[in-house]
């Protein structure tokens, strides 16, 4: 099947320049957003605005998700307005919100039930990754689904990796997700020792973010806390959100995960200080 129509549902911080990249490499873009202004400049470009979740449904062959929580995939999937009520069969949908793992099983299975193919494939890279097309994508599914949907991502990503099974790539989210909690604990005491230690912290950088201790989040955020930088590339309480799934299905697997907890309860704490819409490097501002 040769795809051509392309449904995009939610245009945040990254969902605009994923669309984007879509457009741009030729695909027929359709747009729907709770907010019609953030489709504004998509459409200026050439995309086709969509009323509802269902109109911009029933007229794509393939139909993207990148929007907020668990729940809100629930909305634009299920129900007599959603997503799969409203798709042809042999469309083929793809959510890209990180979400439940569960519920990516739920939706796969719902999916074969309509004959249409659910793909979950979360991204990590943040509002870098997706201007610069460079995510790194995380693909659960089934493979022939994989494969159709392949050069989509290539639009959007460089490092697409099919997990296996659907809800693998949910899971291999959280995998990632728990493996950035710890470090960025670990970039703020760094930064935070360097200026107490009377360092420069820039001067630092330029040493550690090369050896061993060089990471995506050192080396890409470290200089955004240093410079007292909290514009979002990722908002804390979307963080916070991707931890509590990560912290239930390890509990779910009867797995300790201290390094976790210990994250999520200071990136909660930014939260409840009103911080939920700040990048996640502001977490420095609990240790400097």
């Not at 634009?76 to 979400?99: H, K, Q, R, W, Y």
């Not at 460089?158 to 493996?179: C, F, L, R």
Request: net charge negative; aromatic share 6%.
């Amino acid at each position: 099947m040769t795809d051509k129509n392309i449904g995009f549902i939610g245009l945040g911080v990254m969902g605009q320049s994923m669309a984007g990249h879509i457009l741009a490499a030729g695909f027929n873009v359709r747009v729907y957003n709770r907010t019609k202004q953030k489709a504004d400049a998509l459409v200026d470009q050439g995309a086709v605005w969509c009323d509802s979740v269902a109109d911009l449904a029933a007229s794509s062959d393939v139909i993207i998700t990148m929007v907020g929580y668990p729940a809100d995939v629930e909305e634009v999937f299920i129900g007599p307005d959603g997503i799969l009520e409203n798709s042809a069969a042999g469309s083929l949908v793809i959510d890209m919100t990180t979400s439940d793992p569960a519920l990516a099983e739920k939706l796969w299975q719902d999916g074969r039930q309509n004959d249409i193919g659910v793909l979950d494939a979360p991204v990590s890279g943040g509002d870098i990754g997706a201007r610069n097309a460079s995510l790194s994508i995380m693909v659960g599914g089934s493979p022939d689904d994989f494969h159709r949907a392949l050069p989509i991502f290539k639009t959007m990503g460089t490092n697409i990796v099919h997990q296996g099974k659907a809800g693998n790539g949910q899971h291999t989210k959280m995998a990632n997700q728990i493996a950035i909690a710890s470090t960025m604990i670990s970039v703020c005491e760094s930064i935070s020792y360097a200026k107490r230690a009377g360092l420069d912290p820039e001067t630092v950088l330029k040493s550690i973010g090369k050896g061993a201790a060089a990471s995506w989040s050192l080396n890409n955020l470290g200089p955004k806390m240093i410079q007292g930088d909290d514009a979002p590339g990722f908002f804390i309480r979307h963080f916070v959100k991707d931890m509590g799934i990560a912290l239930s299905a390890a509990e779910s697997m009867g797995m300790k995960t201290p390094g976790l907890d210990l994250a999520c309860s200071l990136y909660k704490q930014m939260e409840d200080q009103g911080a939920g819409l700040k990048g996640t490097q502001a977490l420095f501002h609990l240790f400097s």
